[in-house]
């Protein structure tokens, strides 16, 4: 049971990983373009400052994240708790964000988006108990819905970075 549990797991890892390298290749290495449209709104109306720790969030989340698939199939469930751990606690994000750029965030973003990232971090929290108790099928499950979300934010609010997650009416609007 718990190989086969392994081997299923090792499949949807491995596609999640392709998932990820594919878009963190498109997504972070690529400069931005806005082809003369103004930045007004979402992550894009946030200050250099802001975007660039939101940018290291992001990255460490990934890290994280990536961290999770080696540890998951060792049964270090120490090592994923650790993780979700930092990631429900935010890496960046709380322990450097100024008032002023915390009421920034909360004023340029949109309620959905903030909606969208207390539920990550509470799903990072749920993947912490589940590996405290060495429960896989749950990590197993946070996890999954963990990545879920991250697509999910991406599609509706970083299509500037992630232009493959655009759905098709918006890559309307935005061709020329």
């Excluded at 990631?87 to 450097?96: D, P, V």
């Excluded at 599609?155 to 918006?170: C, G, I, R, V, Y």
Aim: glycine content about 4%; overall charge negative; aromatic content about 12%.
């Amino acid at each position: 049971m718990f190989i086969e549990l392994i081997e299923s797991f090792m499949k949807y890892l491995f596609y999640i990983c392709l998932f990820v390298l594919f878009f963190a290749k498109d997504g972070y290495s690529q400069e931005e373009h806005h082809h003369g449209h103004e930045k007004t709104s979402g992550v894009e109306a946030l200050s250099h400052d802001l975007r660039h720790l939101l940018s290291k969030e992001m990255l460490a989340l990934q890290t994280g994240m990536m961290s999770i698939i080696p540890d998951y199939v060792s049964g270090n469930w120490k090592g994923i708790a650790e993780t979700a751990g930092k990631m429900k606690n935010s890496y960046i994000l709380k322990q450097s964000l100024t008032e002023t750029q915390m009421h920034e965030l909360h004023s340029l973003l949109p309620k959905e988006f903030i909606e969208e990232d207390q539920n990550f971090h509470y799903l990072a929290g749920m993947l912490e108990h589940a590996a405290e108790k060495k429960k896989p099928e749950l990590i197993n499950f946070y996890f999954s819905e963990m990545n879920e979300a991250c697509a999910s934010c991406h599609a509706q609010f970083a299509t500037h970075k992630f232009p493959k997650l655009a759905s098709d009416n918006e890559k309307e609007v935005h061709s020329h």
